[in-house]
């Protein structure tokens, strides 16, 4: 029988969630508008005022955020309560220009923690569970809010956060684990780890992963889950929300609920801003319902996926999100053609090989060189060097492969097996030099 931690919002029918989303929705616009100068004068701008917003569908009236009003209103322009009522910031690992920081009061923190623990129970989480988190603990979000949702529920919380990889297994293995979050690159390594330290998923008592922070395949699920012997579950979130938990998949893993109670979901083309139905790929936009500190409206999050409503098979109503196939400044534009690095992963997954790659991009006489290092299992790089060393087969079939799922035709290296690096976070897959020339 399916389990819910909060059944009754989690069940609730969709015009009951519309109506609690719209009476909430008019709250906090006339909540931000009081007490946040930085989007006050934003909707000034556009000519909007709190009283203009008397239906769901009004939310289009209002003007977006983006991450370069976050970055410009840093430290404090987005606070909408008191600094003295906060008791908690997160901030995000933005690799360029200023760090966005997060502020949450109580009130906050328990509604994401709850947001968690629905993830946690959708899992197959209960009391009886030991939740290993290997997320990382500090400033990023995902080791703070696992955390927190393991409480929620009851669960064994082990706070190792990411790293020393030997050590998690022997913590997995002393202390009967059963459910693990990091990244899913960190779960592929941990798995990997796993086979070379001698045991098998038969050593370890772990029966499900919630995975997230990071764009992954359906493939890279399977591997995952064969490996580990456990059943893999997606998770999202951003920190400017609140951090995971925003969406969480349920049993029948066919995309992830959002938790509709307190976050609004649109779909928006990226390049007009224009709304789109139901149903088409797009920019997700998020609108936080219920938040003291940091309330963003109309957040562009720049992951592109699809949201829709359909009857699923674990009895919650909420919306559903796909696997985000993206952000759409992750994907890289290599001689005019769009690539995700989730396109490499799939393509090296079906034919056989690990899901550790790096794509290198660089632009020689105005014109863009694509390089894929591509790692060799231990049983291919075996099987190649017996035949002399010759990868030229291997190479041309890779290569083949990857121009039929791209239209493009990389360069590619096979390595020697563990030599590309391994991530405890997100993964690195792509180094594009070309930014350094511009
Ligand atoms: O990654 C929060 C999180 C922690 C989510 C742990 C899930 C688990 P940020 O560091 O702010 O927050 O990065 C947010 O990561 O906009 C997406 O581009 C990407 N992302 C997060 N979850 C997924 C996912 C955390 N399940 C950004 N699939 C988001 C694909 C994801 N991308």
């Known amino acids: 029988m399916e389990r819910y931690f909060q059944e009754e919002i989690e069940t609730a029918s969709v015009d009951q969630i519309k109506a609690m989303q719209k009476e909430k929705l008019i709250k906090q616009v006339a909540y931000v508008y009081k007490n946040n100068e930085y989007y006050r004068k934003k909707m000034q701008e556009k000519g909007v005022e709190p009283g203009d917003i008397k239906e769901l569908e009004d939310i289009s009236k209002l003007p977006f955020l983006s991450k370069s009003d976050l970055r410009e209103a840093y430290p404090y322009g987005l606070l909408s309560a008191p600094l003295k009522d906060c008791v908690r910031i997160h901030s995000t690992s933005g690799t360029t220009g200023r ?43 995902g080791g703070a809010g696992i955390h927190g949702g393991s409480h929620k529920v009851g669960c064994l919380t082990l706070p190792m956060s990411s790293g020393s990889t030997e050590r998690q297994i022997q913590f997995m293995r002393d202390l009967n684990a059963t459910i693990l979050a990091c990244t899913p690159s960190y779960a592929a390594y941990i798995g990997e780890k796993l086979h070379d330290m001698g045991l098998t998923p038969d050593d370890i008592r772990l029966k499900a992963g919630i995975f997230g922070a990071e764009p992954w395949t359906e493939e890279m699920r399977q591997n995952i889950e064969r490996n580990l012997g456990i059943k893999a579950y997606d998770i999202y979130g951003l920190t400017e929300i609140s951090g995971p938990g925003v969406a969480f998949e349920c049993s029948s893993q066919t995309g992830m609920h959002i938790n509709e109670d307190h976050f609004l979901a649109e779909i928006i083309d990226p390049d007009t801003g224009e709304v789109l139905p139901e149903g088409s790929v797009g ?17 562009r999050t720049r992951d592109l996926t699809v ?21 759409s400044d992750d994907m890289l534009i290599i001689r005019g053609v769009n690539v995700f690095p989730s396109q490499i992963e799939t393509v090296l997954l079906k034919e056989g090989y690990t899901p550790n790659y790096q794509i290198m991009v660089d632009r020689i006489d105005n014109e863009d060189t694509f390089d894929i290092n591509v790692e060799l299992s231990d049983e291919m790089f075996v099987k190649i060097h017996s035949n002399g060393g010759d990868d030229t087969d291997e190479k041309k079939n890779l290569t083949a492969a990857f121009k039929t799922m791209l239209g493009i035709r990389p360069k590619v290296h096979l390595l020697a097996p563990k030599s590309i690096t391994r991530s405890e976070g997100k993964a690195v897959r792509v180094v594009d030099k070309r930014k350094l020339h511009d």
């Open 283 to 299: 920019e997700l936009v998020f609108t936080s319902l219920d938040k003291e500190a940091f309330p963003l409206l109309r957040y």
């Open 99 to 141: 760090r966005v920081v997060a502020f949450y009061t109580q009130h906050d923190l328990d509604l994401w923690e709850e947001c968690c623990a629905r993830a946690i129970v959708a899992a197959g989480g209960t009391a009886e569970d030991v939740v290993q988190v290997a997320y990382g603990y500090g400033l990023f979000t």
């Open 307 to 327: 949201i829709r409503h359909e009857k699923c098979s674990c009895g919650r109503t909420h919306i559903k999100m796909k696997k985000p196939m993206g952000r």
